[in-house]
C-alpha cells in the first residue's frame, strides 16, 4: 500500500513492479499487487496514523512469507532470514497463515476457552470484539479496568463510539500454547453496527474468524520470530509487561487533522458501585491545546499520550479551547491498572 504520489512517482501506475530492498536482501512486487492511496472506512490515512512523521507505504507480511522475520522491539530491528538459517529461541506457538494476506492467526486461550487472534506488529494495542469481552467479563467482572478507550488503548483516536466507547480489561492470563501473557491490557470495542462491520471487514484478512489481535502493548517485551514457512512462532521475553502502562489523565482524544479534541471522559471501573469519572473539568468536544506547558498542536500522538502519562496521583494541567474561549484545568493521573 503505497502513498498516491509514491504510486506515481515509482511508475507502478504504468506498469513497473516495485523493488524493496531491505537490508542486504531484496524483494520485487508484480504492480498488481500494490494498491493506490490509503485509508478507507475504519481504516485511517498513514498521516492520520503516524503524522508529523512521513509514512508513504506499509508492507504487509504476504511479501515475507519465504522467510523467518523477527522482529526485536528493544533493539528496534526486523531481521530476514532463510528457514532454519538459524535456531529460533523462545517459546514455539504454532501459527496459521492466510497466504493472500500473510496475516498471522494463533489460537490462545482466555478463561479456560480458546479463541483464534491476530498477531498485529502494526497495531500499538491489542484490542478485540465487544461481544468477547462482555462474555469474559460477565464471569469476571474483575477484569474491567475502564469504560472508554485510555492512553495507548486509544490507538486510532476516530471520532467512532466503537473506539470511544470501549472497555479497557486486564484478564489474569493468556495463553498461546506454552507462552503465557499475565494481565495484558486490552480494549473490547464497543459493537454496534460500525464495530460489527469493522471486525467483520478487517478479519476477512485472517486465516479464518478471529475475536481481535496481539498488539504493540504485548510485542515490545519480546523477540518474536515469525517463521512462515513452517507455521511456528517464537516468543523470546525480554522485558517484563508492563501493567501501568495505562495510568494517565483519563481522556479519550480524538484526532483531526493535527489537532486534538476531547471525544470522551474516561470512567475507572470500581467494582461493586457506579464507576469513577476520571477527569473533571473538561467537556467532551473540547479542544486539548496544552499539557504542562507543551503545545500538542502538531505533536505526535505518542508525544501527547506520553504527556498525559504518569504516576497515579501526579497533576497535569491541561489547556482546553471550546467556542474561542480557552481554560485551564487541574487533572490528576489515575490508575487504569
Not at 232 to 240: A, G, L, N
Amino acid at each position: 500500500m503505497l502513498s498516491k504520489a509514491l504510486y506515481r512517482e515509482l511508475g507502478i501506475d504504468r506498469g513497473q513492479p516495485l523493488r524493496l530492498s531491505i537490508g542486504s536482501g531484496s524483494i520485487e512486487i508484480a504492480p498488481g499487487a500494490v494498491v493506490d492511496g490509503d485509508g478507507g472506512v475504519g481504516t485511517p490515512d498513514f498521516a492520520h496514523l503516524f503524522a508529523p512523521r512521513r509514512i508513504e507505504a506499509m508492507l504487509p507480511g504476504a511479501i515475507f512469507q519465504r522467510f523467518a522475520v523477527t522482529l526485536d522491539y528493544r533493539c528496534r530491528t526486523l531481521t530476514l532470514t532463510q528457514p532454519g538459517a538459524q535456531n529460533a529461541d523462545g517459546v514455539a506457538a504454532p501459527c496459521a497463515v492466510n497466504p493472500k494476506t500473510g496475516l498471522v492467526t494463533v489460537e490462545a486461550a482466555v478463561a479456560g476457552v480458546v479463541y483464534p487472534v491476530v498477531i498485529d506488529a502494526g497495531s500499538g494495542y491489542s484490542w478485540m470484539r465487544g461481544d468477547i469481552v462482555a462474555k469474559w467479563l460477565a464471569s469476571h467482572p474483575e477484569w474491567r479496568r475502564a469504560s472508554g478507550a485510555v492512553g495507548q488503548s486509544n490507538a486510532n483516536m476516530i471520532d467512532l463510539a466503537f473506539e470511544k466507547e470501549g472497555v479497557v480489561v486486564r484478564p489474569s492470563e493468556i495463553s498461546t500454547g506454552n507462552l503465557r501473557l499475565q494481565n495484558v491490557g486490552l480494549l473490547g470495542t464497543e459493537d454496534g453496527l460500525i464495530g460489527d462491520f469493522f471486525w467483520d471487514n478487517w478479519g476477512k484478512a485472517a486465516s479464518g474468524p478471529v475475536i481481535g489481535w496481539l498488539g504493540g502493548n504485548v510485542l515490545k517485551d519480546f523477540k518474536l520470530t515469525i517463521d512462515y514457512p513452517n507455521r511456528m512462532t517464537y516468543w523470546r521475553r525480554e522485558t517484563d509487561g508492563d501493567s501501568h502502562d495505562l495510568d494517565q489523565v483519563g481522556l479519550t482524544l480524538v484526532r483531526r487533522s493535527d489537532r486534538y479534541f476531547v471525544g470522551g471522559i474516561v470512567r475507572k471501573a470500581n467494582i461493586g458501585g457506579a464507576d469513577d469519572l476520571a477527569v473533571g473539568g473538561v467537556e467532551i468536544g473540547d479542544e486539548l491545546v496544552g499539557v504542562d506547558g507543551l503545545n500538542v498542536q502538531g505533536a505526535p500522538k505518542d508525544a501527547v499520550l506520553a504527556a498525559l502519562h504518569g504516576k497515579p496521583g501526579e497533576r497535569r494541567t491541561l489547556v482546553v479551547e471550546h467556542g474561542g474561549a480557552r481554560r485551564a484545568v487541574e487533572a490528576a493521573v489515575t490508575a487504569f491498572n
